[in-house]
């Protein structure tokens, strides 16, 4: 664990805490500053080739209406992140037996206007998803710029969480959650820590 790149004031044992008592976290200047630029520039190069979002067996919906660019395994798109999901993966798997296998990763645009209504990542168990994380990518945010993941935790309780820049938010994939409307351009990296190996 010791090779993810957390701020010293963020504990691996505060993170665990959370995810038992709460079912999320939240991780703030998780990279240094040039690799979250890397990771931000790179998405932002390759914004002609995202597609508009769906939310299954490529069925679009009106509850959402981002845009996604996936990213595969073997993919040099967002290396750096996906190692830290793996390492995530080995220490939720030791401390939470959760038998996370695999990372399915997207990178997300939600442009001025666009939203993800209320659902869960995996509703009644009907996939592998186990624990859904965001890393916000885009350099500046503002709060009345909208775009927040509100989020209802384990005891039922709604918690209005910012897209702050560098910030990782990792939470149980059976919440209840929503993105509000952004008001400016918002970029992140969504996955998920899955325990199936069959992607999308």
């Known amino acids: 664990m010791d090779a993810i790149l957390l701020p010293e004031s963020c504990h691996v044992d505060q993170i665990l805490n959370d995810l038992d008592q709460h079912g999320f976290t939240i991780i703030d200047k998780v990279y240094p500053p040039d690799i979250h630029t890397e990771l931000r520039t790179t998405c932002s190069n390759n914004l002609n080739y995202f597609r508009e979002a769906a939310i299954q067996n490529g069925v ?14 073997d993919s040099e ?3 750096a992140h996906l190692q830290l999901l793996d390492a995530v993966s080995i220490c939720l798997n030791q401390h939470f037996y959760l038998g996370i296998q695999t990372v399915e990763a997207h990178f997300a645009c939600y442009n001025s206007g666009e939203f ?21 990518l885009h350099q500046h945010w503002q709060p009345d710029w909208g ?3 509100r989020l209802q935790d384990k005891n039922q309780l709604w918690h209005t969480i910012q897209p702050d820049p560098n910030r990782l938010v990792l939470f149980q994939s059976d ?10 351009q918002r970029l992140s990296i969504t996955a998920w820590l899955r325990s199936g190996t069959q992607l999308w």
């Open 60 to 73: 679009v919906s009106h509850i959402r209406s981002d845009h996604i660019l996936w990213i595969k395994d």
């Open 77 to 79: 798109f967002a290396k």
């Open 147 to 149: 775009g927040q993941l």
């Open 116 to 136: 993800y209504a209320l659902h869960r990542d995996n509703p009644q168990q009907k996939n592998d998803r186990v624990i859904s994380s965001v890393f916000y």
């Open 175 to 184: 919440l209840l959650h929503e993105v509000l409307e952004a008001k400016q």
